[in-house]
């Protein structure tokens, strides 16, 4: 019972919740997030429980459906992630064959069933760095477009399908990346950030107890597990925004005279979160919004 349903029939309360506020509003934080936009960083020092908690979240919505990934230094192009043509294999089967890591493996498998969410985890994503094995991917996510090969299994080769030659990133894949900075990492470009939410992971004196071993999370229905792609591809109210737009506005100005203002992406993505947001019994005004955003 970690983490919250979301309730279909009751859909002026998105989330329901009932456990200690700061759990709250951390879990609430991350579904809204998700719901938001299908990418999610979590940031913060190294055992402050952020695989831990994108786990949980792909455990609630099926184990079956949640794949993690440890992203390697020696990721350097898209290939680890989007495969590659394997030209020895071609040759010796006599058609294309392709490399497919289990990155793409599991993107295929979310395609193949689009109607339940899957949850991809890639753990210590800047290890690596980013830009040169998930640029495709994160434009995939961000534009629509057709970025992942048309792949099918055929005795044991992957091969490429009838019809088109990529699909689009596919709707109902959400993408959960944690991220350690420190000196054996790489940091994030303005590219990466701007396309996300970034949960920043913070350890209190006072968080630090003995829990014993962690149990799994209670699993969804497979009607609460829809429901969060219903939520996540539906739009959301803009009623109500004007403080908070007016805010931004504001915040703006201020960052804008040092050159670090924001853009479009930006200021539509926090008012599309406040509207889930102000659904929830969790966060539950402007203020928590802007400071959370």
């Known amino acids: 019972d970690a983490l919250p349903i979301l309730r279909e029939e009751e859909p002026a309360v998105l989330l329901q919740l009932a456990h ?20 999610v960083i979590l940031s913060g020092l190294s055992g402050s429980g952020k695989t831990r908690l994108g786990i949980a979240g792909g455990q609630w919505l099926g184990s079956e459906r949640l794949k993690v990934v440890p992203v390697r230094p020696d990721w350097t192009s898209p290939d680890a992630t989007l495969g590659y043509r394997d030209g020895l294999a071609s040759v010796s089967a006599n058609t294309e064959v392709w490399s497919v890591p289990e990155v793409l ?12 969410p899957y949850v ?11 830009e040169r094995y998930f640029a495709e991917m994160l434009s995939g996510i961000e534009s629509g477009q057709a970025v992942v090969p048309n792949l099918v299994q055929v005795e044991g080769n992957w091969q490429r399908g009838e019809g088109v030659n990529a699909h689009p990133w596919p709707a109902n894949l959400f993408l959960i990346g944690t991220v350690n900075v420190d000196e ?30 962690i149990k799994d999370v209670a699993r969804a229905t497979d009607l609460e597990a829809r429901s969060l792609l219903h939520h996540a591809r539906r739009e959301t109210s803009l009623n109500g925004s004007e403080n908070l737009q007016a805010s931004l506005r504001e915040v703006h100005a201020v960052l804008a005279k040092h050159g670090y203002e924001f853009g479009h992406r930006v200021f539509q993505e926090i008012l599309r979160y406040r509207g889930f947001a102000l659904e929830t019994d969790v966060l539950v005004n402007d203020a928590q919004v802007l400071d959370l955003q």
């Open 20 to 39: 200690d506020a700061d759990h709250d509003v951390l879990a609430a934080t991350l579904l809204v997030s998700l719901i938001t936009k299908r990418f």
């Open 105 to 116: 493996e599991f993107i295929l498998q979310a395609i193949e069933n689009p109607l339940l």
């Open 120 to 130: 991809l985890v890639l753990d210590e994503m800047n290890l690596a760095h980013v």
């Open 184 to 213: 054996t990492t790489y940091p994030f470009s303005p590219k990466v950030l701007d396309r996300a939410n970034t949960i920043e992971f913070r350890v209190t004196s006072e968080s630090l107890r003995a829990t014993g071993s």
